[in-house]
């Protein structure tokens, strides 16, 4: 879906930025974009298990900075700042399992083209829902976490 959108609006820096990348490779947004199309980008992740594993597959890679830390609404604009991420960039990925919302909400300075955001597709447009704000958040596999797609929109 990724690549169908870049084809209607073209990519201009070749860069995209990964909150929650995980190990980097597995259910990505963006692993496709470095791996295939010469894109450079940077990974975060909280996870100390899932950075080792991220560590494992792109440490090392020029085109690929990858920093371990808890994306917050209260770090977003630093953390990308140190990462030395373009203002403008074409794709940034969220999928911190719970407060993606107010990290999107936070992010202020920076300009992607394109914006994935991870939702609770339990609760149905026009139904809007948005969990609390909670910085420990850790996603227990049950149904509450992240906002409704209807929030999203209207965020």
């Known amino acids: 879906m990724l690549e169908r959108i870049f084809e209607r609006v073209p990519p201009s820096t070749r860069y995209c930025v990964e909150f929650g990348a995980s190990d980097g490779l597995r259910n990505s947004n963006t692993a496709r974009f470095l791996l295939?199309?010469?894109?450079?980008?940077a990974f975060l992740e909280g996870s100390d298990h899932r950075f080792g594993r991220l560590q494992t597959n792109w440490g090392g890679q020029q085109h690929v900075k990858i920093h371990k830390a808890m994306v917050l609404?209260?770090?977003v604009e630093t953390l990308v700042d140190e990462l030395s991420v373009p203002q403008r960039f074409d794709l940034l990925s969220i999928d911190i399992d719970g407060n993606g919302y107010w990290v999107w909400q936070a992010v202020q300075r920076f300009r992607p083209q394109v914006v994935v955001v991870e939702y609770n597709p339990y609760y149905e447009p026009p139904q809007r829902w948005?969990?609390?704000f909670n910085p420990d958040h850790e996603?227990?596999?049950s149904t509450y976490y992240g906002a409704s797609l209807e929030s999203l929109f209207w965020l």
């Open 36 to 41: 295939e199309h010469g894109w450079s980008g």
């Open 73 to 75: 609404p209260d770090n």
């Open 130 to 132: 948005v969990m609390k």
């Open 139 to 141: 996603w227990d596999g």
